[in-house]
């Protein structure tokens, strides 16, 4: 049952490092979109990382078009602030 439902529990050490060396991370808009919305330092944080992630990272079509969908907007109310 555990192989089911294995959100359900942590994996272990040996299991998060494989993770992190092979995983792919897939993206929603709400973390493009936060770009706009971070600090400039956590900004360049963040695009290290999704950079230092390389073919490794993975925008679906919906998020993409959520993003451009939205971006203008976030841009538009950061600005704001």
């Known amino acids: 049952m555990k192989n089911s439902f294995r959100g359900y529990y942590q994996p272990s050490e040996d299991e998060f ?3 992190w060396k092979d995983a792919v991370f897939v993206l929603d ?3 493009l979109l936060g770009l706009y919305r971070l ?3 956590a900004r360049d944080e963040l695009l290290a990382v999704l ?3 390389g073919a490794r990272l993975w925008v679906p079509y919906h998020a993409g078009l959520g993003y451009q969908v939205n971006r203008l907007s976030v ?5 704001e602030k």
């Open 17 to 19: 490092g494989v993770l």
């Open 29 to 31: 808009a709400s973390v």
């Open 39 to 41: 600090r400039q330092k």
């Open 51 to 53: 950079r230092a992630l």
């Open 75 to 79: 841009i538009a109310d950061q600005k």
